[in-house]
């Protein structure tokens, strides 16, 4: 099963480390090919960036403050090519995903 993750940052928070838990678990598995996409850039101190497995394929849209209609184009773009069977999202990462996870029809 292909799983996709979606996350707006990846700061220290309960969502956050949430997830991060989640995809390890979920990597276990053999069976599974799971991705934790980020919308926000990976630079600076992000200490659950460290925490994530080999195993699970982590990509960042490198989105910059505030709201941003590329991202949308972006996530359209990733889920067509990924193709997931699952997508769980956390946060703000609604607002960006709602109109790609549509037409993608996933």
Known sequence: MKILHLLTSI???GAEKFCVDLCNAQAKLSSNEVYLCILDNL???KPLVN???KN???ISLNKKGG???KIIFKLYKLLQDLKPDCIHINGRALIYSSIPIILTRI
């Open 11 to 13: 700061h220290t928070g």
């Open 51 to 53: 925490q994530i497995k």
């Open 56 to 58: 699970v394929n982590l």
């Open 43 to 45: 630079l600076g101190d």
């Open 67 to 69: 709201y941003s209609l």
